[in-house]
């Protein structure tokens, strides 16, 4: 848990030293939500409608770009335009996994130019240190276009059943986030997976943002291992922002659900702060 997560997503934004973080608690304050959708969709008119619909109750719409069955690259520019008329950002859940050299490549140009609209990218702490060292040496590059405006989560913990993600591996996550702090600007984990909030909690300077996975009001689980809990069990662990997938798309009606979700991460968030 952050050692900020008494303070409000408002003070945080006032405070926050990297400006994704910054945007990102703005939004949040602005729109009264910490919900992120993670829109699984696989059509790029299914995805672009979802951004659409639930824009107004979402603070991050979190993509996996590459299950379009039917990509082209203007779908990136229609994501961007429905993220600046909703006030959203978006999250690439790109999982880089692989040593530095590759994933500078995978980040920024290749196919899918991640860097140029991603506003916030996920790694795994597998490779060791290099992976964010690499990605945050790109981030800072001279001639990168988009400096101060990207972030990075570390993949701290995981929701899948028997993941490996834990003890010394979630331990070597908080480490780096803390070492390349410039750039990582907090970790998806969820507490009853891990321990790193004890370990977050430690400084007082620094303010990691939570996202939590792993959420779904009417399942407690799939049949391929992920686990659930609810908006406020997640809040009330520690989560800032809540990803929520087929729990908000995959119902009769996403936009209602948005909502329910959104009243209760939100609830949730104000009994925190106390508020
Ligand atoms: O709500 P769901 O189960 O439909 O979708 C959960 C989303 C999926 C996963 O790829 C992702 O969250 N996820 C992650 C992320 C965000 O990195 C980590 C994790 O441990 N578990 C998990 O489900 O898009």
Redesign the pocket.
């Given at each position: 848990m952050s050692s900020k997560s008494q303070l409000t997503y408002g003070e945080r934004a006032k405070q926050h030293p990297n400006g994704v973080a910054r945007k990102l608690f703005e939004i949040a304050e602005s729109k009264k939500t910490n919900v992120v959708v993670?829109a699984?969709l696989t059509t790029s008119k299914e995805l672009l409608g979802l951004a659409d619909e639930l824009g107004p109750y979402i603070a991050v719409l979190?993509t996996?770009i590459d299950i379009l069955d039917d990509f082209q690259p203007s779908v990136l520019q229609e994501l961007k335009a429905l993220a600046i008329k909703h006030n959203f950002l978006i999250f690439e859940?790109r999982?880089f996994v692989d040593i530095g050299n590759t994933v500078q490549k995978q980040y920024h140009g290749g196919a899918l130019q991640i860097s140029s609209w991603a506003d916030i990218v996920?790694c795994t702490m597998l490779p060791g240190e290099g992976i964010v060292q690499a990605l945050t040496e790109t981030a800072e590059r001279d001639d990168f276009p988009y400096k101060g405006e990207r972030g990075l989560l570390i993949?701290a913990?995981?929701?899948?059943k028997g993941s490996l993600a834990t003890g010394e591996y979630t331990k070597v996550s908080v480490e780096c986030a803390r070492k390349y702090s410039r750039f990582v600007i907090g970790f998806?984990a969820s507490r009853t997976l891990g321990d790193i909030e004890t370990d977050v909690a430690a400084l007082d300077n620094e303010d990691f943002v939570m996202f939590t996975?792993?959420?779904?009001m009417a399942s407690k689980g799939?049949k391929l291992g992920?686990q659930y809990q609810t908006p406020r069990s997640a809040v009330e662990s520690g989560a800032d922002f809540i990803?929520?997938?087929?729990?908000i798309y995959a119902v009769p009606n996403p936009v209602e659900t948005a909502k329910l979700y959104r009243d209760e991460g939100w609830n949730a968030y104000l009994s925190r702060v106390g508020k």
């Open positions: 993670s699984d979190k996996h859940d999982k996920n993949l913990t995981m929701t899948s998806v996975t792993g959420v779904n799939d992920q990803i929520a997938g087929r729990g």
